[in-house]
């Protein structure tokens, strides 16, 4: 039986993924030297901020190339709660039993249920959290110096769940019909069945 192919990712896809995906990385990297004081902060604290306004325009790249080019379907269209559990029982158990996974990407529904869930949560709510606050310990007014601790563990906190979610997702990533080749689409846009 032949491979069925799709172009799912177009280059802007690409492109904002990787440059996201790096600078989140460092992010990371820098944020977290920075949180326990090692290193030289004055040079991590630069590339820390250049790295979040990077993040930032990339962000407001990737909202706008949703909204004008109806790529926000991929995260709200047809998501079910009964698919949602079915997702989560295929990662579950499934996958372990070399089940079928019930959801087949195409160019008009990239993300399964669970996916679109969890993308929804990132972008649109963890990732605009950790931008404000990083804005916030950036420049916070004199009159929010009492709030700084709050705004510092908030970022830091974020930074914990972004992490964590960048671990599933390259874990997750190895789950399609060879281990790399979810990571080969995202290079070349074309995924396999």
Same mark, same amino acid.
């Given at each position: 039986?032949?491979?069925?192919?799709?172009?799912?990712?177009?280059?802007?896809?690409r492109?904002?993924?990787?440059?996201?995906?790096? *600078?989140?990385?460092g992010l990371?990297?820098?944020?977290?030297?920075?949180?326990?004081? *090692?290193?030289?902060?004055?040079?991590?604290?630069?590339?820390?901020?250049l790295?979040?306004?990077?993040?930032?325009?990339?962000y /407001?790249f990737? /909202?706008? =190339?949703?909204?004008? +080019?109806?790529?926000l379907? =991929?995260?709200?269209?047809?998501?079910s709660?009964q698919?949602?559990?079915?997702?989560?029982? +295929?990662?579950?158990?499934?996958?372990?039993r070399?089940?079928?996974?019930?959801?087949?990407?195409?160019?008009?529904?990239r993300?399964?249920?669970?996916?679109?869930?969890? +993308?929804?949560?990132?972008?649109?709510?963890?990732?605009?959290?950790?931008?404000?606050?990083?804005?916030? /310990?950036?420049?916070?007014?004199?009159?929010?110096d009492?709030y /700084?601790?709050v705004?510092?563990?908030?970022?830091?906190?974020?930074?914990?769940?972004?992490v964590?979610?960048? $671990?599933?997702?390259?874990?997750?990533?190895?789950?399609?019909?060879?281990?790399f080749?979810? +990571?080969?689409?995202?290079l070349?846009?074309? $995924?396999?069945?």
């Amino acid at each position: 039986m032949a491979k069925e192919r799709h172009y799912i990712y177009t280059w802007p896809d690409r492109l904002w993924h990787w440059i996201h995906a790096l *600078s989140i990385l460092g992010l990371a990297i820098t944020g977290f030297i920075i949180h326990f004081g *090692s290193g030289d902060l004055k040079t991590l604290r630069f590339w820390h901020n250049l790295l979040g306004f990077i993040v930032a325009f990339d962000y /407001l790249f990737w /909202l706008v =190339h949703m909204l004008v +080019y109806g790529n926000l379907r =991929h995260y709200v269209r047809g998501n079910s709660w009964q698919g949602i559990l079915q997702q989560i029982r +295929y990662y579950t158990v499934g996958i372990f039993r070399g089940e079928r996974n019930p959801f087949h990407a195409t160019p008009q529904k990239r993300l399964n249920p669970l996916q679109a869930l969890a +993308y929804l949560g990132l972008m649109f709510v963890l990732v605009p959290v950790q931008g404000i606050t990083g804005l916030l /310990l950036w420049r916070v007014p004199a009159s929010w110096d009492r709030y /700084l601790p709050v705004i510092a563990e908030v970022h830091f906190f974020v930074a914990y769940l972004l992490v964590a979610f960048l $671990i599933g997702h390259l874990y997750l990533a190895t789950t399609g019909v060879t281990v790399f080749a979810d +990571y080969k689409a995202m290079l070349t846009g074309w $995924i396999e069945e």
